[in-house]
């Protein structure tokens, strides 16, 4: 049988001062579940660092050849680390991820393994947050990723964690919003921009108000000035589709404070019945009424590739 040849692909990451998460992401590149795709180098650029950084980059190059850093001296801004990456990268295919994000072990070969059409010039990942929403700010960034990742199932907009053809040298430097720029080079060049939801990448959300603001303030900056110069348009400032998805999310809250108002209102009245009988009626039922409708067990039904089986229930091969 015929070896089917691998997708290979250049991995970069792109740091400051992330010696907190360096250890963890590296260990996630190299641990990757890789049937038709490669990782061929992991590329690190370390910008104006002033942690560990470097140093847990290095003693992980001691331990996989892939790996290598190239460092800066003073932070230059993103745009600049995804240049020097660029310039480094030997393959055509580019993944590129931030230092302060965790890809899950198929991320990169659900992203990359789409290249196989040669109609696709960039793949983004579903960004997932790590954040507990316990709390108001930790709630809005789950509900932002949400809306975003259903927005993205309808017209890509992709960050975070990427992967693109090397159609270009490098990005210009004026330009914040990295990811976005790469969409429109893709898009001008007359290939496909496609999201890959199965390709999950963790990161965290801002835990303060002041935070939230800051990073999204800073990037609605950025994509007007992508706008405004290079006539590129990010899917998020269709304004309309975000409401409607907005009010979706509104809809939902409310049918389910309705719901919850009705099994409240359904369990006090239950309840009372309760009361009546073992207080006024004496009745304990030992021997009770019985509620048919819960006669027949149905096993769960197998749905969009997902096997749900209980685990009292042998499954169906078994």
């Known amino acids: ?15 400051h001062n992330e010696e907190a998460n360096m250890a963890q992401i590296l260990d996630a590149m190299l641990n990757q579940r890789l049937h038709q795709v490669e990782i ?14 470097e140093d847990i ?14 460092s800066q001296e003073r932070r230059e801004g993103k745009t600049s680390a995804i240049n020097v990456f660029l310039a480094q990268a030997k393959e055509k295919i580019c993944v590129l991820e931030s230092g302060d994000t965790v890809p899950h072990e198929d991320a990169v070969e659900n992203m990359v393994r789409m290249f196989a059409d040669p109609a696709v010039g960039m793949t983004g990942a579903h960004k997932v947050p790590v954040n507990t929403p316990e709390h108001v700010v930790g709630f809005l960034s789950h509900l932002r990723l949400k809306l975003e990742h259903q927005l993205c199932l309808e017209i890509p907009r992709l960050g975070e964690m990427i992967a693109f053809r090397k159609v270009f040298d490098a990005i210009p430097p004026d330009v914040a919003m990295d990811e976005a720029f790469v969409e429109a080079l893709v898009i001008r060049r007359g290939l496909q921009v496609r999201y890959a939801p199965d390709a999950v990448v963790f990161n965290m959300g801002p835990e303060t108000v002041g935070d939230f603001v800051k990073q999204r303030r800073r990037n609605h900056a950025g994509h007007l000035y992508l706008q405004d110069k290079y006539g590129y348009q990010v899917s998020s400032l269709n304004s309309g589709r975000v409401v409607e998805l907005a009010l979706a999310e509104i809809w939902g809250a409310l049918r389910l404070i309705w719901i919850l108002f009705a099994l409240g209102s359904l369990e006090a009245y239950a309840r009372l019945l309760g009361w009546w009988d073992y207080k006024v009626r004496k009745r304990t039922h030992v021997v009770w009424d019985i509620a048919w409708t819960t006669k027949e067990v149905k096993r769960p039904v197998e749905s969009k590739g997902i096997n749900i089986t209980s685990p009292h229930l042998p499954a169906k091969n078994e």
Do not use: P
């Open 57 to 70: 980059v290095r003693e992980y190059a001691q331990k996989d050849a892939r790996i290598q850093l190239f």
């Open 1 to 15: 049988m015929e070896a089917i040849e691998k997708i290979k692909c250049s991995a970069g990451i792109t740091a």
């Open 40 to 53: 061929a180098e992991i590329i690190v650029v370390a910008s104006g660092c002033t942690d560990r950084t």
